[in-house]
């Protein structure tokens, strides 16, 4: 590996990795949905919304997923897809809702008709790192790379 970047909490030896920025989730739906009319969504309205899960394998997005299953959160789950890339297009011609990283929320909210809303639930912010091996530590090549990602993504803290 060069360089990840995202919430991989299972990369630990022989990795280096700094923050980028800390998010939080936030509920995305369609322009034309019901609570796209609303100014916040209601624990009552998530629950009775229709929602498509992301299940993104090797990541730590479903410790939101554990977080609303402790606190006895039930979603009606009608679709589960492996990653966020078709989450804009599932959303827009659906009336389902998805908990989504906030920056993510932001990218493809006006080219999909899309809008974000704060989440119900109380969830955990999320780090955002980048990640890089032990082996290209020291490469020029890769101290670039990662100074060019540092200076246009993180946040500065």
């Given at each position: 590996?060069?360089?990840?970047?995202?919430?991989?909490?299972?990369?630990?030896?022989?990795?280096?990795?700094?923050?980028?920025?800390?998010?939080?989730?936030?509920?995305?739906?369609?322009?034309?949905?019901?609570?796209?009319?609303?100014?916040?969504?209601?624990?009552?309205?998530?629950?009775?919304?229709?929602?498509?899960?992301?299940?993104?394998?090797?990541?730590?997005?479903?410790?939101?997923?554990?977080?609303?299953?402790?606190?006895?959160?039930?979603?009606?789950?009608?679709?589960?897809?492996?990653?966020?890339?078709?989450?804009?297009?599932?959303?827009?011609?659906?009336?389902?809702?998805?908990?989504?990283?906030?920056?993510?929320?932001?990218?493809?909210?006006?080219?999909?008709?899309?809008?974000?809303?704060?989440?119900?639930?109380?969830?955990?912010?999320?780090?955002i790192n980048l990640f890089w091996h032990a082996k290209v530590?020291?490469?020029?090549?890769?101290?670039?790379?990662?100074?060019?990602?540092?200076?246009?993504?993180?946040?500065?803290?």
């Amino acid at each position: 590996m060069d360089i990840a970047i995202g919430l991989l909490p299972q990369l630990k030896a022989g990795v280096f990795q700094r923050r980028l920025f800390l998010q939080r989730y936030v509920c995305l739906f369609s322009g034309t949905h019901p609570l796209a009319r609303k100014r916040s969504v209601s624990l009552k309205d998530f629950s009775a919304a229709d929602h498509v899960l992301v299940q993104a394998a090797g990541t730590g997005h479903g410790k939101a997923d554990d977080v609303m299953a402790a606190q006895g959160i039930h979603r009606r789950i009608r679709l589960k897809v492996p990653h966020f890339v078709a989450i804009g297009h599932i959303l827009r011609s659906s009336g389902m809702i998805a908990t989504v990283p906030e920056r993510l929320a932001q990218s493809i909210a006006e080219p999909f008709g899309l809008v974000w809303r704060p989440h119900p639930v109380a969830l955990p912010q999320i780090a955002i790192n980048l990640f890089w091996h032990a082996k290209v530590h020291r490469d020029p090549g890769n101290q670039w790379l990662r100074g060019l990602l540092f200076d246009n993504f993180a946040d500065g803290d």
